[in-house]
């Protein structure tokens, strides 16, 4: 075991990878000669040469495009996008082309594609760089969406992703990057379905992906002093969507919160809401909550933009609330 | 070139001719739904162009109106045909429809209803060919329509940085659906607007098939031998609107009778009556044949072939067969 930080597991997973086989390839802006943004392939220029580590010009459409060829016929790429918003460039590319070609050709020819992004708002990026768009990739069909909230999962799920048949979109986050945590020396793959508890409790249920899933293990630490056990429930995947685990974790604690870094029209959190409503309606002691951002662009002041998106103390307070404590 | 070759190529642009006819038939009598998309008139580009390649092993990708040039990349009629009928058989199981056939055991990778996207998947298809190391070229063919798209600048760039071996084929039939090419594109010579992109390009007859072999040897082999993309233009003119909606009322008789005595059948057919390589007796028997074949074999496969069941909606989404290593139950998951 050894401590390692997000970045660093995205980066191993990355150089494994194209060590095991020599048809993975990576692209993106600035992950080449200047080792990425986020450094998920420093060094791996030097090591890998410019073939395989491909620094694009700022063109994201196309790159990924070119991304989606090369994988229809036996390249594995993994298409580096700096930020989801410049993945609603990619739209086309990513909806259009790699999440239908496998359909549209009647299972003919596949897109083993992998496209990583960080979407989240970070540190007063301003209103075009912290867009979250994790509801836009969740509604289409043949993709598959994972959200690793740690070092493990960014590790194991880029690996499975490199390998899997499907266009895989990896959701990162800025202000994840440098998180650490323990992960195993010897390889390993972690599924890209199948939503995990995070942490066990009896009296409400928490759902985060991504980011937001140490928010709701931040909240369950307040609600724990308060003497409320909460379950937390990290969604992992959002296409699928693991609603067997969402089921199983309501009936048991009658209480569910969302929590989501989207806004909320439209969001994560109305699916999930709308899950719950539709399997285990009964099972519910009171109204479902969803704790998400508010409906503006995230603005560049520091106080506004605290304000913009959510907490810790929001999703306690959104706890509270379903449970009729305020 | 041999006359027997040269009789093939004729017969199997009157069969091109034909096979869209006998499309536009079965969209009237309602046995295919959806945008039709015909490519009549543009046969000598497709047809020359493949001829000067490797079909079946060179990768084709092209946009909507692509009947054509996945027949000539290898696609069998009958499935291209029980696609458009939308049923099992067809080159895309029913799932894709007129345009998106795909073949992948001709290397035919497919149409594409977004106008422009197919520039950067052929730039892939190359970057792949490259990557694997084989001979292999990506030959992406688009109207001039798509050249207004921002992928045609961004691909263009990219393939020139990285030398892909790709050769974009524009088959400029001066309309962008209903818009001449005169008031939506600034350049109308398409060819000079990849000197921005440092690109090889040249402009030539397409209704000519003579005139389009040699030039499409030349660009095939550029490419081929590694020193990067090609961007050749057809000038060319679709006989038919640009689907089956369109009724053409944004051109005039005078300028379609112009065109069409530049029919690239009627070409080719003449050049190779006069050199005693072709009777019209010939022609004839060709087209009764065609029209046989049309009628007893590729009609009759889409008609009689099952359309896809319903049970299977939901299959080729994603990938039927999974590692579960990868898809499998999370080993440390709680009760």
């Known amino acids: 075991m050894a401590e ?9 997973a990355h150089d494994e990878e194209m060590a095991n086989d020599k048809m993975v390839i990576a ?27 491909i620094d694009t010009p700022i063109s994201e459409n196309s790159y990924t495009g070119i991304g989606i060829g090369a994988s229809m016929v036996g390249v594995r790429p993994i298409v580096e996008i700096m930020s989801i918003n410049f993945a609603l460039l990619a739209l086309d590319t990513i909806i259009n082309a790699a999440a239908k070609i496998r359909y549209m050709s009647g299972g003919r020819v596949q897109c083993p594609l992998v496209i990583r992004t960080p979407g989240g708002t970070a540190h007063q990026l301003a ?31 880029l690996k499975s992703a490199v390998r899997c048949n499907d266009p895989v979109v990896i959701i990162e986050h800025e202000r994840m990057y440098n998180m650490k945590e323990d992960i195993p020396d010897e390889e390993f793959f972690r599924p890209l379905e199948g939503a995990e508890i995070v942490r066990h409790g009896t009296d409400i249920t ?3 992906y991504n980011y937001n899933v140490h928010l709701c293990l931040g909240a369950a630490e307040k609600l724990a002093k308060d003497g409320i056990s909460a379950e937390v429930l990290d969604l992992r995947s959002l296409k699928p969507l693991d609603r067997e685990a969402i089921r199983r974790s309501v009936e048991k604690t009658h209480h569910v ?6 806004e909320a029209p439209v969001g994560v959190g109305a699916e999930i809401i709308a899950t719950v409503t539709e399997d285990c309606f009964y099972a519910l002691d009171a109204q479902p909550i969803r704790v998400h951002a508010a409906d503006v662009p995230v603005p560049y002041n520091a106080k506004l933009e605290k304000e913009a998106i959510p907490d ?15 | 070139m041999k006359a027997d070759d040269q009789k093939r190529l004729l017969r199997e642009m009157i069969f091109f001719r034909r096979f869209e006819d006998r499309c536009f038939e079965a969209y009237m009598e309602r046995k295919i739904g959806g945008f039709l998309h015909l490519y009549s008139g543009q046969e000598a580009v497709a047809t020359g162009v493949m001829e000067m390649a490797k079909p079946g092993h060179d990768y084709v990708i092209t946009g909507y109106r692509d009947h054509v040039h996945a027949i000539k990349s290898g696609a069998q009629p009958r499935e291209v045909m029980a696609e458009l009928y939308g049923k099992e058989t067809g080159s895309s199981r029913g799932r894709g429809g007129s345009m998106h056939i795909f073949d992948p055991t001709v290397n035919f990778m497919g149409g594409y209803a977004l106008v422009g996207q197919p520039f950067p998947l052929a730039a892939g298809l190359a970057m792949g060919c490259k990557h694997k190391g084989t001979d292999q070229i990506a030959i992406c063919f ?12 961004e691909t263009m760039n990219m393939a020139s940085v990285w030398k892909l071996p790709v050769l974009f084929v524009c088959e400029n039939n001066q309309y962008a659906i209903g818009t001449h090419i005169d008031r939506s594109t600034a350049v109308v010579d398409q060819y000079k607007r990849v000197c921005g992109y440092n690109m ?3 402009q030539h007859d397409g209704m000519d098939i003579e005139e389009v072999m040699p030039a499409a040897k030349k660009a095939v082999d550029y490419v081929r031998s590694g020193k990067g993309p090609y961007f050749i233009e057809f000038m060319t003119y679709r006989f038919r609107g640009h689907s089956m909606s369109d009724a053409k009322g944004y051109r005039t008789k005078e300028e379609e009778a112009e065109w069409e005595k530049r029919d690239p059948i009627r070409i080719y057919s003449a050049k190779l009556r006069e050199k005693g390589v072709v009777t019209d007796d010939e022609i004839k028997s060709w087209e009764k044949e065609i029209d046989n074949e049309l009628e007893n074999d590729i009609i009759k496969f889409a008609e009689e072939s099952p359309e896809p069941r319903v049970e299977d909606l939901n299959k080729y989404v994603l990938d039927d067969n999974p590692d579960p290593r990868w898809i499998g139950p999370l080993v440390n998951e709680g009760v």
């Open chain 1, 206 to 208: 928490l759902i985060g």
């Open chain 1, 127 to 157: 209103a075009q760089h912290s867009a979250r768009l994790a509801r836009m990739f969740m509604s289409t069909a043949g993709l598959r969406v994972v959200t690793p909230r740690g070092p493990l999962d960014a590790y194991g799920m």
């Open chain 1, 312 to 326: 810790v103390e929001d999703v306690y307070q959104g706890a509270l609330k379903c449970l009729g404590r305020i």
């Open chain 1, 4 to 12: 390692t930080a997000y970045w660093e597991a995205i980066r191993r």
């Open chain 2, 200 to 202: 090889e390009a040249s």
């Open chain 1, 27 to 53: 692209m993106g802006e600035d992950i080449g000669v200047a080792g990425g943004t986020y450094k998920a392939t420093l060094g791996l220029f030097d090591k890998y040469g410019a073939e395989r580590v």
């Open chain 2, 142 to 153: 688009l109207g001039d329509g798509a050249n207004n798209q921002g992928t045609f600048h």
């Open chain 1, 257 to 262: 919160v969302i929590a989501e870094e989207d």
